[in-house]
């Protein structure tokens, strides 16, 4: 069995980026949408600090096609700076994330995924 247990070590986004296609655990803060349009109109709403899975880029392209560059990027294609840029929602640290279980790589597609879990489960294959 592979040892499930890892660190994370927080990087302040504001003191440097990770690689870009890197994918990262990220810190965001940022404001929940109030409940009505006069706590909108207040500045209202619940302020929050929690961790997303993103991508960093260096470019990326919206589906509006807008250009981001340095940014974080979510699987909903939500982007998000780095604190003290321009944005409603920012990245405040990030942190790469572990590998796979027993592997080396974030991602294992097609054949190749059934020996991967094995090993992460430390199984041997079925006969």
Known sequence: ???????????????????????????ITGRYPPDSDAEFAMGLGEEFWLVRPMVFTTLHFGEDRTEHHDCFVDSDGIVRLPYGLAGAETVTHWAELP???????????G???QPALRNGWGTRPLT
């Open 1 to 27: 069995m592979t040892n499930p247990n890892t660190v994370v070590t927080w990087v302040d986004a504001r003191e440097r980026l990770p690689r870009s296609g890197t994918p990262v655990a990220a810190a």
């Open 99 to 109: 590998t796979l279980p027993g592997g080396t790589t974030h991602a294992v597609l």
């Open 111 to 113: 054949e190749d995924v």
